[in-house]
């Protein structure tokens, strides 16, 4: 593929991009009524297009790969961008998990008769067109695709240029799906510019014409999507998880959520960051946890409290509290009790992901019910936060905003509705 | 009450305005958790206080009125703006319609159970704190402040400065409701700034308090809130509603239908503004209804297909396709069948409210799928596109975004969710 090696001029940029946003309007437009067969089928056919182009994909990775490690880039970075024939595999077999789902649109939401006789109904839509803003997974480009296809939405997506040319040959395989199954090739278009005023282009509607974002990525991108956008975005900024040990937990229990949530992987938005533990059981419920931890190579910043119990613990300043890390570190502060523990969250929290343990049950349903997160957990690791692992299939993002959606973003949440009025002739009096 | 009469320094407005909306913040985490007796306790003591202080909100309301004609504002407006008796009491009676809705929150919009073992659950939530803005009708203060009540959310009311006073005598009402069921008085919050830069500080966000906005007034209001608000935004701009008869209509209901659509009340959102009629039936169903209209004194607009079988129809413009009248004028066009009506309204449309009316169920079901409207009709007025009407009870107002809500906003639409996931310790492998 040509990648454009110099900014271009703005006007060249808007007029390309907006461009893209009338393909997308025309092509959702189609999208909004297809078949479930037909979608299915596209999306069956890109999986195999993509295990046909296997060859082409991976030359086309370790391009990117050579050029992200020429400008330096880290080991995690460089893995992220990283495929082999085994991912994929995996990639188009995540699309075939796609193609499996239930149709989202068309389900019927609710329905009931007034007593004049008319039959209201509200029926899940597509959204209309996606932009999809991404960082460095090229594995982002067909997921992306194929979930916002099977909810029949037309897609605009916007990777890093460090995965361009991945991006790029998936991209290929996701339009022979979309051509052999007779749709649009426009609903689902890549975008080549490389340069950054694209993304404002982007975030600025393309003309009315993008009916949502989602961002995903680090949260420098998400800030900026969230500050720019003109257009309604669905995201999480951080994912600033809690676990919080109460007095009545089990103590084996807690050792092992507590772990897991914290060290299973620390660079997922459903990893712990922060634990809080009842101050009663601080030295018998808390200390094998932090022991587990520091094992394990977690770095522990803790309050007055944690650091007379626990002296290997460094202290934990306030901001520590406000803290993604991402990584193996957590702060820990010992607490009075639930509603102390609940006081914290809402403080400090970014409305993502909690969990109590405990084996009172009015403590946990107080928890449950004070928090105003978009998922709150009893006895479970904040690591479940995910679409797949809830029971969604895959996901596009995880979202912490109030309004449409909440938790993990699946084909069901890519959907709006409309009501569907049938009478016989009413007038209103 | 103290109105103040001249532009106050934009920090103090910003200070003031920031401070509603902190306890704003602070009422809602109340409000979160409060039970529905004492949500409907506040509210059916705030019917009470209105009705009993009936002569107050008049001579407040008589001195809003004097203030409007001294400024020469039109009857229409005027109208909207007066109160008598018999006006107060059918605002404390919708009061009480209000309280006696189900409760939204606290439902179970789904739950199932994950391999597992996990116990999923989607809980439905208040949004947090609502800012709502407004114009001349003062019932709007009770009506969004009971609303928003109902629905667990802190509101900031802002009318216009042609209602304050009246709109503060209600408040007050609603206040006296508040405190008698123990609930906090910032629940319910009215903005007593009358600045212009008030609202812009609102649509702002305030610090990051306000979750949601909602305008209600005219199209001039909608636009600068839809420019300006940094938060989501429920609302619809214009509502360019459409009736198609189609060549299996029935003349009769075809007849009664498009004119309850136009002339029932022609300044409301769900008001037919365009009539497109199949070519072959012009003439046999077209004449009839373009002479009941043109009797009761609407202006009607064609094209030549129209004005050709109705000499005393005055051209309409592209610009007129694209008009909401609030008026007593109707464009109509002739088409050639669904697809052409279909064509029409994707074009011209305002994804507002639409209807066919036909015998021929295949022609309804392809209008019905094929429109991007909130709402779509068959054989049925649009003047139905209301809450009461669809039996949610009262309505904040109507949206036409595609993302949380379209169509009327009740009190379920004034909620949104969260996941409360219930395990026995489960890790994530």
Redesign the interface.
């Known amino acids: 593929m040509k990648i454009p090696q110099h900014p271009e001029p703005f006007d060249t940029v808007c007029e390309t991009m907006n461009a893209l946003g009338a393909r997308g309007r025309a092509a959702a ?1 189609t999208l ?2 297809a078949s479930s067969e037909s979608k299915n089928r596209a999306i069956l056919a890109a999986a195999d297009a993509l295990r046909a182009r296997t060859r082409e994909v991976l030359s086309a990775n370790a391009a990117d790969v050579a050029a992200a490690q020429a400008s330096g880039l880290n080991a995690a970075f460089i893995d992220r961008l990283s495929l082999d024939a085994k991912r994929v595999e995996a990639v188009a077999r995540s699309l075939a998990d796609i193609a499996a789902l239930p149709d989202p649109v068309g389900r019927e939401l609710a329905r ?1 008769t ?1 007593p004049n006789g ?1 039959d ?1 109904a509200r029926i899940a ?1 597509p ?2 067109v996606i932009g999809m803003i991404y960082e460095s997974r090229p594995n982002v480009t067909a997921d992306a695709g194929a979930l916002c296809l099977k909810s029949g939405n037309a897609v605009i997506l916007r990777g890093g240029s460090e995965c361009i040319r991945s991006a790029a040959a998936i991209h290929a395989a996701l339009v022979d799906g979309l051509e052999q199954a007779g749709l649009p090739a426009d609903a689902i278009q890549l975008v080549r510019i490389q340069d950054r005023a694209a993304v404002g282009v982007l975030l600025a509607g393309l003309n009315g014409t993008i ?2 974002i989602v961002p995903r990525g680090g949260k420098a991108l998400v800030k900026r999507v969230q500050e720019e956008a003109r257009v ?1 975005v669905l995201a999480h900024l951080e994912g600033i998880c809690h676990v919080y040990v109460h007095r009545h937990a ?1 103590p084996e ?1 807690a050792r ?2 507590a ?3 914290k060290m ?1 992987r620390t660079g997922i938005c459903g990893a712990a960051e922060t634990l809080l533990i009842d101050k009663a059981v601080l030295h018998s419920h808390g200390l094998p946890i932090l022991g587990d931890l520091a094992e394990a190579g977690c770095e522990i910043r803790g309050d007055g409290a944690v650091r007379a119990a626990f002296p290997a613990a460094r202290p934990a300043t306030e901001e520590d509290w406000r803290t993604e890390y991402l990584d193996a570190v957590i702060s820990v502060r010992a607490v009075d009790g639930v509603d102390d523990a609940i006081a914290h969250i ?1 403080t400090y929290g970014s409305h993502h992901t909690e969990s109590i343990v405990t084996a009172d049950a009015g403590a ?1 349903e107080r928890f ?3 928090l ?10 904040t ?2 936060a995910d679409g797949g ?3 969604m299939g895959a996901e596009i993002g995880i979202g912490t ?4 959606a ?2 993990p973003v699946g084909v069901e949440q890519l959907t ?13 009096p």
Chains 1, 2 share one sequence.
């Open positions: 437009a909004r009524n009931w007034r008319l209201i839509t959204i209309g009916d949502l309604p089990d229990m092992a959520i772990f897991n949530a299973r809402e946990a449950l019910a004070a105003d997160s978009a998922i709150v957990m009893w006895n479970a690791s690591q479940f692992e809830f029971g905003g109030k309004l449409h909440r938790g709006t509705f409309k009501y569907v009025v049938r009478g016989t002739g009413q007038i209103r």
